[in-house]
């Protein structure tokens, strides 16, 4: 009886093994990622701000892990590769000054207008002729220009422009993605068109409908510190004399000092045969702003891939370490942003990847090798991972996919998950994959028109054509998930998003973690394994940006 109990069980678990055989979830160990979620969620990292002792000490606590496990430094024999940032603050009492011939109108910071310089100097400012460029796109892919004319047009010209995408049309319902935000619709888009078109400033003109959100969040998020990698003495990269946003009401009485109407020019810029307006107006605009300067690290490392003829290519796996570090005290007079969930959960599914694929013999690991990054100041704009998809450790034509781990799931184990822009390529088919052997449902995207694929790190990698998406796990839980596991997962955004309450409990669960780092290392080994790499489809925005990586830079 017994004998014949255990033989069928034997058999059985033979037949599992062979029919997944896929399923690397024995060899993660919950236990340390749990031990490492907590560590970096303790209140001696204070949040893990960028530049902050805290900072310091979580970088090379997983600095620290990969060694331990077997990752090699994929930075010259280092762990860490710097990245130096810049922070700039503009005083309050600046002032907007526009004027047409004697007449001259001023505007007030906060209330009329909020703007930050991108020259990373203590003074810096504008003088120049305001030209109302429509939304400030040039788009090929859609036949789209707003700068027409010549160069000298927006040569050292203030531009004010409209935030978002031009609207789809019946005729076109695909156009700018349609009901979708295109990364066209960005105002970091914005700024960086301008800036290549040698514009001295830009007016962003606010609307609570086109931005997605309020004047008070705009003047909040840009009335304190802004955050930029600092420029060394040979960077080109062509930057504007001060950024600026202008409320609608502000944006409305300046045109009319040109005699203009803004709903007028708002209607014009909707089609293809819109022409910029100049408006004989002055603008000036003097910035005299704080400056600091600091060092943070992005962590770095590699696993070596099995096939002498792929090892030089690359599957990234990417979550930043940082998050807000000290701030202002919540209701209960807590001062500590530990970020758990957000991201110290993803820190520790990816050393737990790491980890796998470093302990794994080197005969048994995928044909393409595994970089680890680990970005820093990703809460200050995505910069970490801005700077390495500029400063690459590996040759970007080398590196095939990226995949971003933000919020990894603590909760409990979920049916379904969504991958961020796994659409705009083919890594949506090895996903889709993976998937079908464990059951799971993957969910598309559910708010397109918030542009969630440009907030985070997987999205420097995108811009510079390297598919990329952001995995992330659903709320279909297998099992109901306790009270307070629940109401963690229900108002995260109310009420833990970026708030101190974002903290270690003892009820996370590892086993939903190593549920979702499984899939993610599963899907990463099939694209690690593919004959193929993947490309964005050609109708994608970004498959301009493949072409130009795979034809050398
Ligand atoms: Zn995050």
């Not at 003892?506 to 899939?519: G, L, R, Y």
């Amino acid at each position: 009886m017994t004998n014949k109990l255990f033989t069928s069980v034997f058999v059985l678990s033979l037949l599992f093994t062979s029919v997944d055989a896929q399923d690397l979830t024995s060899k993660f160990d919950a236990g340390k990622m749990r031990e490492r979620v907590k560590r970096l969620s303790m209140d001696d990292l204070e949040g893990r701000g960028p530049g902050t002792a805290g900072g310091k000490l979580a970088a090379q606590y997983i600095a620290d892990q990969l060694k331990a496990m077997g990752a090699k430094p994929a930075n010259r024999g280092s762990y860490f590769q710097n990245v130096k940032l810049v922070g700039v603050k503009a005083r309050r009492d600046t002032k907007l000054r526009v004027s047409k011939g004697g007449d001259a109108a001023t505007y007030n910071f906060a209330d009329d207008f909020v703007a930050t310089t991108g020259a990373q100097r203590a003074t810096a400012g504008a003088k120049a002729e305001l030209v109302f460029v429509g939304y400030g796109i040039d788009a090929p892919l859609y036949k789209w220009s707003d700068y027409k004319g010549s160069p000298a047009d927006y040569k050292g010209k203030v531009l004010m422009m409209l935030v978002n995408d031009p609207p789809a049309t019946t005729g076109e319902p695909d156009l700018f993605g349609g009901k979708a935000l295109t990364y066209y619709g960005r105002w970091t888009y914005k700024y960086e068109e301008a800036a290549r078109r040698g514009a001295a400033g830009v007016i962003l003109i606010h609307t609570n409908e086109s931005a997605g959100y309020g004047w008070n969040v705009v003047r909040t998020s840009n009335g304190s510190w802004r955050y930029e990698i600092a420029r060394g003495a040979k960077d080109k990269t062509p930057f504007l004399q001060f950024k600026s946003w202008a409320t609608n009401e502000a944006s409305a009485k300046i045109l009319k000092q040109a005699g203009l109407d803004i709903d007028k020019l708002r209607e014009a810029a909707k089609h293809r045969d819109f022409q910029p307006v100049k408006t004989g107006l002055t603008v000036d605009l003097q910035l005299n702003s704080e400056i600091k300067t600091f060092d943070s690290p992005n962590v770095v490392a590699t696993v070596e891939g099995s096939d002498p003829k792929h090892a030089s290519e690359y599957v990234v796996y990417s979550a930043h370490w940082d998050h807000l570090g000290i701030g202002e005290a919540g209701a209960n007079g807590d001062k500590i942003y530990n970020g758990a969930y957000d991201n110290a959960s993803g820190v520790a599914a990816v050393l737990g990847i790491a980890e796998v694929l470093a302990k794994m013999p080197k005969s048994e690991r995928p044909k393409r090798s595994a970089l680890f990054l680990f970005p820093t100041a990703e809460e200050q704009g995505l910069l970490g991972a801005e700077y390495y998809a500029t400063h690459p450790l590996v040759p970007l034509r080398n590196t095939v996919a990226d995949i971003n781990l933000d919020g990894v799931n603590i909760f409990g184990k979920v049916r379904d998950f969504t991958a961020l822009g796994a659409e705009r390529s083919t890594i949506a088919a090895y996903i889709d994959a993976s998937a079908k052997e464990r059951s799971f449902v993957i969910k598309s995207d559910m708010n397109p028109e918030q542009g969630f694929y440009f907030r985070s790190d997987h999205f420097p990698f995108a811009k510079v054509g390297v598919p990329s998406i952001n995995f992330q796990h659903g709320d279909d839980f297998i099992t109901p998930p306790g009270a307070e596991a629940a109401s963690f997962a229900k108002d995260y955004t109310a009420k833990y998003y970026h708030q101190v309450s974002d903290e270690f409990h003892d009820w996370f669960d590892p086993s939903a973690m190593v549920q979702e780092a499984e899939f993610a290392l599963a899907f990463g080994i099939r694209i690690a394994d593919s004959s193929a790499t993947p490309h964005y489809k050609p109708t994608d925005e970004f498959s301009a940006a493949e072409g130009r990586r795979l034809n050398g830079r």
